[in-house]
Each structure stands twice: as structure tokens, then as C-alpha cells.
């Protein structure tokens, strides 16, 4: 069964507010491009430069994404959001209604630092999961 994709997921607005982040890659893990979000996180946005570039790419990137991804209840916005700035308190975990997970992240820093990286690489599929929940 394939999941039809459609409606606006992701924002060019948030798009822009994380690219302000940008040279440690949030937006580019925000319209689900872990690899070169990592990249960015590692090389200070290719020197700044590419995060500059990204400045007229952005969207591109949002319409890419509204594509690729499930609209729902569950808000990417407001996922990554919480994520972005709270991520090490568990709070975006809560707000998808994975309370356990939520209080470890809570009570070990987001479990150690290295949750939150793993959510980072994750959360567009796991929102995009929680979605189709009920199809």
C-alpha cells in the first residue's frame, strides 16, 4: 500500500529560523537531508559558504519536502521546533506522545547528547510514521 503524501509539512518560515543555525546543519536536517546536515555540523556549513548558498535554496528544499512527507495531527514545525531547542529535555519526544523515551531524555540530557543526534537523522520519519498511524 503506498501512502498518498500531501499538504504543507514543512515551513519555508521555520526553514529560514533554523537556517540562522544553519552552519551546524539544523535545516538541512529539518527538510530531511541528515547527511549533508551532518556534513554541515562538522564543517561549519562548508566554511560558511554553503550555508550562504543555502540562504536561496531553502524553497526548493520546503517544496521537496512537503512532498516527501505525511501530513497530520503531528506537526513537523512544532516537532523540530521543540526539538531544535529542547531536544536534550525530551520535549519533542512527549509532544508525539512517546512519554517514556520523553522522561529518559528528560532525566539523562537526551540520553547522553547521542538521542538527539539520533532524532535528528529520525524525526521526519518518525513524525511521517505517527501520521499514517490509522490509515
Given at each position: ?8 509539512t ?10 540562522i ?33 543555502d540562504?536561496?535554496l ?7 519536502a ?10 513537523y ?13 525530551g ?17 539523562t ?6 538521542g ?10 518518525q513524525?511521517?510514521?505517527k501520521n499514517?498511524?490509522?490509515?
Amino acid at each position: 500500500m503506498d501512502i498518498q503524501r500531501t499538504g504543507n509539512t514543512h515551513s519555508v518560515v521555520i526553514g529560514y529560523l533554523l537556517w540562522i543555525f544553519g552552519f551546524l546543519g539544523s535545516h538541512r536536517f529539518y527538510y530531511g537531508k541528515p547527511i549533508t546536515g551532518t556534513i554541515w555540523f562538522f564543517t561549519l556549513g562548508l566554511l560558511f559558504i554553503g550555508w550562504i548558498i543555502d540562504l536561496f535554496l531553502i524553497p526548493g528544499m520546503d517544496r521537496e519536502a512537503d512532498l516527501r512527507y505525511q501530513s497530520g495531527e503531528t506537526s513537523y514545525n512544532v516537532s523540530w521546533i521543540l526539538l531544535t531547542f529542547l531536544g536534550v529535555f525530551g520535549v519533542h519526544r512527549m509532544y508525539m506522545g512517546k512519554w517514556i523515551t520523553g522522561i529518559i531524555y528528560l532525566f539523562t540530557g537526551g540520553l547522553f547528547f547521542i538521542g538527539v543526534l539520533y532524532d535528528f537523522w529520525t524525526l521526519n520519519e518518525q513524525v511521517t510514521l505517527k501520521n499514517s498511524e490509522g490509515w
